[in-house]
């Protein structure tokens, strides 16, 4: 059986376990993680267990219903549930992931644990929490699990995941910026550093220039 997890979970442990909820414990094997989508994928042999539904995260709206069944603290089998404040949240550091932000209470030990729709679907993985205080302030954020299905496919097919690399900084066009460089409306975005080695130098991208729409969409 294939157990989905975040990386971080799994990411300093030697030996990892997988505990059932009917308190059965497995030595699991690492088939792979990913730190960047904090995924990790767990194999232990066992077969016949019971599988969550999953669900489609691109079909999740600000305002839906969600829950989160983890261990907080410990605690296990412990049920949150909130809605959807936001999706598509990128976050500084945190790569290039569109997380799905939530009101649910998450909590140090709820990490890779499921969050599910009104419909009992699995639509993400529970990864972080925004606080100032380490704990839960009413901000959470989960990985979207058409993501994290993306990722777990290329664990186990490489073992990794593999990423194409632009070679370029780009940052937000804002109406001081399009002013300055003569723009009618503040849109697209700013070429602010172009590495010499990287893809986007041969393309032609080049500092100080402005993408303003990308395979012909805005």
Known sequence: ALIMT????VDYVDKPQVRLADGRRFAARLVGSDLRSDI????????SL??????????LRPGDWVAAIGAPFGFR??????????????????????YIQTDVAINPGSSGSPLFNSRGEVVGLNSMIYTGSGGYMGVSFAV???????????LLSD??????RLGAQLQEMTPPLALSFGLPQAAGVLVGK????????PAGLAMGGVLVSLGGRP
Do not use: C, Y
């Not at 975040?6 to 979970?9: C, F, K, L, N, T």
């Not at 049920?79 to 999706?87: I, K, N, Q």
């Not at 073992?159 to 194409?164: K, L, N, Q, S, T």
């Open 194 to 201: 172009v590495e010499p080695d990287g893809g986007a130098a």
């Open 144 to 154: 979207p699990i058409n993501l994290a299905m993306q990722s777990m496919a290329r």
């Open 77 to 98: 089998g412990s049920v949150t549930s909130g809605v959807v404040s936001a999706r598509n949240r990128f976050m500084g550091g945190a790569g290039d992931v569109p």
């Open 159 to 164: 073992g990794r995941v593999h990423r194409a």
């Open 40 to 47: 990790a994928l767990l194999k232990i042999d066992v077969h």
């Open 50 to 59: 019971p599988v969550a539904t999953l669900g489609d995260s691109s079909r």
């Open 6 to 9: 975040s990386a971080q979970v």
